[in-house]
């Protein structure tokens, strides 16, 4: 993602046998810039062309304060046993990494706790780098809250912390007198991916909430695909322990007493709620009798249909994709034959997608 600090090319120009090194420490996020190079453009022998200036650019994304000599950053590291981690412990579990458990804890804070605002203000840096069209958050709402990811380990027998990861979440109004949690960012870093964080993050964020009588339901901001397939294994999993969506229900298709027992009981919104009726109906159905197939398949596709209906408000799949002009265009010249067709894909995609949740599910 550095064309957030590059530009959309993602080049840096002017430098041959170029490396730049950005270091945070793994507790208290100390920060250490340098940039390396054998050889440099000179101005005086190409014109009064300089090389891009990539310090400054990196510097103008990160809190002030950095450090760029080696030996310094190195020197403080040990300053990162005196890290405790901020606000209030939610969770802890543990992790099974090549025949080891590893021990993860997940906090819940707000930018007021002492020391969090300046920490996050590096923490925040990550997103630049690992997420795409991210941009930093307005701290001085007070409806913003955090929850963080950390890995306690032991050194020299003493407790240790190193941040996995991290989800930010403002707290909508709801009319008359209730809130409207939605999920902003969610960042689990590399060296964490794929060990199933963002499920333990995005459970323990749904039981805080669960616990709050003012929210009403939980939605997500843009979510990308990875955090989406997170989201509907978390909410398909609670979902098969309420009544309204046991098989036979399912099998009778999506109804108000899904929504109600969704919202009512796991905070789930009426759009969601749908999805993961559609996952649990496909787990459902009999794929050798070829009726409830052919009932199921009828059923997506008529959700699937709605942005092609002139009168629907629901427009947002295709808009995510065409520009205003091409998505008046595509519904009012698409042809009946193109509309089955690209309706076949978008229901063969979606199956796809179910499936692979389906199988994380069947695993879990």
């Not at 959309?8 to 046998?17: A, P, R």
């Not at 450090?67 to 579990?93: N, Q």
């Amino acid at each position: 993602m550095s064309h957030q600090i590059f530009g959309e090319s993602e080049n840096i120009f002017g430098y041959k046998d170029l490396r730049v090194e950005l270091y945070y420490s793994a507790a208290k996020l100390t920060t250490y810039l340098n940039v390396k190079y054998s050889s440099k453009i000179s101005p005086e022998k190409f014109d009064g062309i300089y090389a891009d200036d990539i310090r400054k650019a990196i510097a103008e994304k990160i809190p002030p304060g950095f450090m760029t000599s080696l030996d310094d950053f190195i020197a403080t590291l040990a300053k990162d046993a005196t890290f405790k981690p901020f606000g209030e412990m939610l969770h802890s579990y543990k992790v099974e990494r090549d025949g080891k458990d590893r021990q993860f804890e997940i906090y819940k804070t707000n930018i007021d706790e002492p020391g969090f605002r300046e920490y996050h203000e590096r923490l925040q840096t990550f997103v630049l780098w690992y997420i795409d069209a991210a941009s930093y958050i307005d701290v001085d709402d007070d409806k913003w809250q955090f929850y963080l990811i950390f890995e306690k380990y032991v050194t020299n027998g003493d407790p240790m912390y190193a941040i996995a990861g991290y989800m930010t979440m403002y707290n909508y109004y709801a009319y008359p007198d209730q809130i409207r949690p939605r999920i902003s960012q969610v960042l689990i870093l590399p060296p964490f991916q794929k060990q199933g964080h963002c499920a333990q993050l995005l459970e323990t964020f749904y039981k805080d909430c669960y616990r709050r009588p003012e929210v009403l339901d939980i939605t997500a901001e843009d979510p990308s695909e990875n955090f989406q397939r997170v989201r509907d294994f978390v909410d398909a999993k609670n979902c098969f322990l309420l009544p309204s969506f046991k098989p036979e229900a399912l099998l009778r298709g999506f109804s108000q007493q899904m929504i109600y027992e969704a919202q009512q009981k796991l905070k789930i919104n009426k759009r969601q709620a749908r999805r993961v009726y559609e996952i649990l109906r496909l787990y459902a159905t009999d794929e050798s009798k070829p009726e409830e197939v052919r009932s199921y398949r009828l059923d997506l596709k008529k959700r699937l249909n709605q942005p092609f209906q002139k009168n629907s408000r629901d427009y947002q799949k295709l808009q995510h994709v065409l520009a205003p002009d091409e998505l008046s265009a595509t519904l009012s010249n698409i042809t009946g034959e193109e509309r089955m067709k690209l309706l076949d894909q978008m229901y063969e995609e979606l199956v796809e997608q179910y499936r692979r949740i389906l199988e994380r599910l069947a695993a879990s």
